[in-house]
């Protein structure tokens, strides 16, 4: 836990660092999410930050307030950032700040293999950890997208890759589709180019890869078109194709052609 949390407090400070000091213009850029401006990501991890303390501390409270939630419908999560819009740049700062500082003191003094509720199957509190950094950099890729900021890909894309491995069973049971018996095995250069790997050694099934490539897919700010990533094996191939790290519904993803991230690797 204590290596999750230092790693989410630097995901933080970078997403902080982007936005600390923005003008009241680029609060309302477009970024790559339909719809929503860079205000609205902060909104969304902020609001998302109380929900995952609420979880740590009020597990029976934060079920309630879920079950409230998903009566909403399919557009709940635009509502939320809506809901938020009329905030000035120093509130949300402000939000993000003080709901992100609480969540981390929470996690860092909380039992790793504590089981809590999320808006998917209940995890344990180290993977609740795992999903906010995930969930901060994903969203911090939006954010970078629309400033144009060409972000330097970290060690810390290891507990992105790790949760995206650890989500296969849920991108086909949130289809509905029935989760295949062969095993998939992930193999993925990280930045500095160590080694990763996930998944018995021995499966027929593999995914290679450079870990950018495979952490942009599983948070569907990528297409696989425009990945360096292969598939051996038809349980592989298929994951790929509706891979998804986050719960809830299946994302709209992104259109081929689309991932700055991606484009620029290659300038």
Do not use: N
């Amino acid at each position: 836990m204590a290596e999750l949390v230092a790693d989410l407090r630097a995901e933080t400070a970078d997403l902080a660092g982007m936005v600390e000091d923005l003008d009241a213009a680029a609060w309302d850029l477009p970024t790559p999410a339909a719809g929503w401006a860079v205000r609205d990501q902060i909104s969304h991890l902020a609001w998302f930050d109380d929900a995952a303390t609420r979880s740590l501390t009020d597990p029976e409270g934060f079920r309630v307030a879920r079950d409230a939630l998903f009566s909403r419908g399919a557009g709940v999560i635009d509502d939320l950032a809506a809901g938020a819009r009329g905030l000035s740049p120093r509130e949300l700062l402000g939000w993000f700040g003080t709901a992100r500082t609480r969540m981390i003191g929470e996690l860092a003094g909380t039992d790793a293999r504590l089981r809590v509720p999320w808006y998917g199957p209940d995890m344990s509190a180290a993977s609740s950890a795992t999903a906010r950094l995930m969930e901060t950099w994903a969203h911090g890729q939006d954010v970078a997208d629309a400033l144009g900021i060409v972000r330097v890909p970290t060690a810390r894309l290891r507990h992105v890759a790790s949760l995206g491995v650890r989500a296969l069973p849920y991108g086909f049971a949130v289809r509905g589709l029935a989760l295949p018996a062969d095993p998939v095995r992930v193999e993925l250069t990280l930045p500095d180019g160590a080694p990763w790997a996930a998944g018995p050694p021995g499966a027929q099934d593999v995914v290679r890869g450079p870990a950018l490539d495979f952490c942009l897919l599983v948070t569907q700010r990528c297409h696989l078109d425009d990945t360096r990533l292969e598939a051996a094996g038809a349980t592989a191939t298929s994951w790929l194709k509706i891979a998804q790290a986050f719960a809830g519904p299946p994302g709209k993803g992104r259109r081929p052609g689309y991932s700055p991230a991606l484009a620029r690797r290659s300038e």
